[in-house]
Every structure is written in structure tokens, then in C-alpha cells.
């Protein structure tokens, strides 16, 4: 069997393509209510300025606030700076009028932290990495 293509390891041009493609596809079946990607990303330094801790989210096309990574340095853990970045974030974009928070975590990582936050596992991935559970939220921030 003949093929017409060739299968090859990304570029970075290659790499915006791709993204330029499933959004240009996405945006025909359902138009932008927002840009296409808009940053909320934060660091939390302590005294001497090293970074103690991070959130790295940011509001997508459909006005979802989609969290991609919170990290707490372990011994900074328990003193409110986590709660501190997420109602940041949520925050924010609930004055840019977005509705609705996802993100998704493990079990050994944030579970509770979430479900104390409000959010709502609407789905998993049992034995993901093998033993635990790929957990996926989402908060409804407007009521």
C-alpha cells in the first residue's frame, strides 16, 4: 500500500499549525465568545524572592477559565496560598464574565483541595497512573 503522506517529529512551526488547524475547525462549529487564548498566570515569591508557589491558567474562546497548573512549594503548604492563587484567578476572570472553572488532577496530588474550593469532579480516570485517579472539576463561578 502506498501512502501520500509522511509521519515526522513536530517543529515549532509545525506545532502552530496544528494549533492554528483544530481552532480555525473549532471556531466553524461554534464561534469565539472570547480571544483565543487569554494568560492568568501568577507567581507567589516569599521574602528573599524565590518562587514558593504558581498557577499557570488562562480563559479560552468559549469563556472557560481552564487551569492548567497550581503548585505550592511543599513547605509552604496549609498557609492559604493556594486558596490565595485560585480565587485570584477566579476572580478575575468572574469580572471578565466567565461562568464556568476546569481543571484536572490526581488523587495524590489536590483532590481535596478542589472539593474544599467548590469544585465538582465530573469525571475520572480510574488506575491513572497505575493505583490512583485522574480526576477532572469543574466550578460554576457565576450562580
Not at 5 to 27: A, P, R, S, W
Not at 37 to 52: A, H, Q, R
Amino acid at each position: 500500500m502506498t501512502t501520500e503522506f509522511t509521519l515526522e517529529i513536530c517543529q515549532k512551526e509545525n506545532i502552530e499549525k496544528i494549533i492554528e488547524g483544530i481552532n480555525e475547525y473549532n471556531l466553524s462549529k461554534v464561534p469565539a465568545t472570547a480571544n483565543i487564548w487569554e494568560p492568568l498566570e501568577f507567581v507567589v515569591k516569599d521574602k528573599n524572592g524565590s518562587e514558593i508557589g504558581g498557577i499557570l491558567a488562562g480563559i479560552g474562546y468559549w469563556k472557560g477559565l481552564d487551569i492548567k497548573v497550581l503548585w505550592v512549594n511543599e513547605k509552604h503548604r496549609q498557609k492559604g496560598i493556594g486558596t490565595t492563587l485560585l480565587k485570584h484567578v477566579e476572580k478575575i476572570a468572574k469580572e471578565k464574565g466567565v461562568k464556568i472553572s476546569m481543571l484536572d488532577t490526581f488523587d495524590f496530588q489536590a483532590e481535596n483541595f478542589y472539593l474544599k474550593n467548590g469544585y465538582e469532579s465530573v469525571g475520572e480516570i480510574k488506575n491513572f497512573p497505575k493505583g490512583h485517579r485522574r480526576i477532572y472539576f469543574s466550578k460554576n463561578l457565576i450562580e
